[in-house]
């Protein structure tokens, strides 16, 4: 396993400031009491918590929440994510059924699953996710799923699995652009992930991917990235501030106004890309009840 190095903490004359745009409001409200009370009394893992997601609060008040199966230590040390490093439990097989339970009496109309990445299993973890999948439709037949998935290390026989247990939209982040991948996504391959976009579209699937900016890319690298998912068969994509999790991770290089995020949201639009979800808050599952249907939404 190769360990995420220690940065030190840049000095506070030097830190890039906090612009006003990305204040959020704190968790408050009945509906995210409830879905507090559910998440801990199932025993569930959010990447909400995990991930520090600056919409928490917005999302759980509004009765949702993004649900991350197969624990939460991951065996991967990506520079940009919060989720801890190390050596996963063993895999929990109730799972699947607890998860498809917190989503009926949360009376989740569209639910996201994602997982931290365990790649000291032969099947990557592909093995719970369909039973997730399953269990989630039979108990909800009326809810709609986004999987948000791994890149199983590119063994495409764990890939259909997912592919056979056909979500709505499935979903795997590029994460970055191609010169900024061995940096910010340590374990991870640029055209390995193309490839699982490519897969998915050609298993009949609707795709989705996500791009975080602030890590020191430039448009041009950004707008190629958007353009290397489309031609893989990408149909949306999300476009967010890159927020530094702890001291120890990768720093913002810089604060991206909402007018730039606003321009790529046309760029990706107009290249033909369905659905481009851009926005200095934006994570990979935010509004993403909207990603399902198909038909360019600019709204």
């Not at 959020?24 to 559910?38: C, D, T």
């Not at 499935?170 to 900024?180: F, Q």
């Not at 001291?247 to 909402?258: C, M, S």
């Not at 993403?288 to 939404?297: C, F, P, T």
Request: glycine letters at 8%; a neutral charge; one cysteine or more.
């Amino acid at each position: 396993m190769q360990e995420l190095p220690v940065l030190a903490a840049e000095p506070a004359t030097t830190r890039v400031k906090k612009p006003d745009w990305l204040r959020v409001k704190l968790p408050i409200g009945e509906n995210y009491k409830q879905v507090r009370n559910l998440v801990d009394t199932h025993k569930l893992h959010t990447i909400c918590e995990s991930g520090n997601c600056p919409n928490m609060g917005e999302c759980w008040g509004a009765g949702t929440a993004t649900f991350m199966i197969l624990g939460n230590i991951c065996t991967r040390s990506c520079g940009f994510c919060a989720v801890a490093t190390g050596r996963p439990d063993p895999v929990d097989n109730d799972e699947p059924q607890r998860v498809a339970e917190a989503i009926y009496l949360m009376k989740v109309k569209h639910a996201v699953i994602t997982s931290v990445d365990r790649d000291e299993l032969k099947d990557g973890g592909s093995i719970v996710w369909a039973n997730t999948i399953k269990a989630v439709r039979a108990l909800n037949p009326d809810t709609t799923m986004e999987t948000l998935i791994p890149d199983f290390r590119g063994q495409w026989e764990n890939l259909q699995r997912i592919i056979d247990a056909a979500p709505e939209i499935v979903s795997h982040n590029l994460e970055t652009v191609e010169r900024l991948t061995k940096q910010v996504r340590i374990q991870a391959k640029y055209h390995r992930s193309l490839e699982v976009i490519r897969r998915l579209k050609e298993g009949g699937m609707r795709t989705k991917s996500g791009i975080m900016l602030g890590l020191g890319e430039t448009k041009e690298e950004v707008v190629q990235a958007m353009q290397d998912l489309y031609d893989n068969g990408c149909d949306v994509v999300t476009l967010g501030q890159y927020l530094q999790p702890t001291p120890k991770h990768l720093p913002v290089v810089r604060f991206v106004h909402p007018d730039e995020f606003a321009e790529l949201r046309e760029i990706g639009y107009n290249m033909g890309l369905d659905y481009v979800e851009a926005g200095p808050l934006v994570r990979s599952s935010y509004h993403a009840e909207k990603h399902i249907v198909s038909g360019r939404n600019k709204g």
